[in-house]
């Protein structure tokens, strides 16, 4: 069960790939406690995280909720499953949400944008679904296997390897963009003000961004704004997304119920949000 990232990095390969493959076995025997006790062992052979323990403890109610999912991790998942992402997730999962965004942009704020950034753009479905949508497509992702596959597709006119929230702060183009797509971001944050900030910034006045999120009932948030599912993907409440986006200049245009995507027969509730910038 060793995976690519424990035999490509400089850390105590078999130490490491032993405690993670011992933690997944308690994890599905509902043996928790000594499933979160090898996670910390992961923890501590690689401080970067590229498994995942961190949000796996907190998905087993183990750990503290992090802020988000951790670059070494999301760019380690993504790249493992470049070649064959767009199978699993559009034919498998039946994953729809770039036209859903397509398809609400067109009736609420259909445009037309100048200049469009793809944050999280993957293999670059967003950026398909969109490409008559604005005159100029930027993307950015964390894995450089997406964005290579990304590329020969030939939608963008920019791609950046990196994480969305650190893009926003970091992009050194002074002219703004008039609308921001994170069609599958937001499962892998949970504090949502640096995003929110950082498009705020980067954004012209009127202009719109659109995101999906995914959700879970009142009684399994349990009060809480944000929470790792048994998926190891952040779920938001609506409420706690638009009080957000209020925060950072955004008017809220929509905020609809969504099938994100199919996960073990179940539907994946989430949420299609579209804000205007003020």
């Not at 499962?187 to 640096?194: E, F, K, S, V, W």
């Amino acid at each position: 069960m060793m995976t690519e990232w424990m035999m490509a990095s400089g850390f105590d390969e078999e130490a490491l790939a032993e405690a993670y493959n011992r933690a997944l076995t308690l994890e599905k025997a509902g043996e928790a406690a000594a499933a979160a006790a090898a996670y910390r062992e992961c923890l501590a052979l690689d401080p970067d995280d590229h498994g995942g323990a961190a949000i796996r403890l907190a998905a087993l109610g183990q750990g503290e909720t992090p802020a988000s999912a951790g670059d070494a991790y999301v760019a380690t998942l993504f790249d493992q499953h470049a070649d064959a992402f767009e199978d699993i997730l559009v034919r498998q999962l039946q994953y729809g949400v770039p036209a859903l965004i397509a398809e609400r942009l067109e009736e609420i704020a259909p445009g037309p944008y100048r200049r469009m950034l793809d944050l999280g753009c993957g293999t670059g479905l967003a950026g398909e679904a969109l490409a008559d949508r604005a005159d100029i497509i930027i993307g950015v992702d964390l894995s450089e296997g997406m964005i290579e596959i990304c590329f020969d597709k030939g939608v963008h006119d920019q791609l950046f390897i990196g994480e969305a929230v650190g893009f926003l702060e970091d992009f050194d183009e002074e002219e703004p963009f008039d609308l921001v797509v994170a069609a599958d971001v937001l499962p892998y944050l949970g504090d949502l003000d640096p995003l929110f900030a950082g498009a705020a910034r980067r954004m012209a006045g009127g202009g719109v961004l659109a995101f999906s999120t995914e959700t879970l009932s009142d009684e399994a948030f349990g009060g809480r704004d944000f929470m790792v599912g048994p998926h190891q993907r952040f779920h938001h409440r609506a409420r706690y997304v638009q009080d957000r986006l209020e925060a950072h200049g955004f008017d809220t245009l929509a905020c609809e119920d969504i099938t994100v995507r199919w996960q073990e027969g179940q539907k994946a509730p989430g949420h299609l949000v579209l804000a205007r910038r003020r």
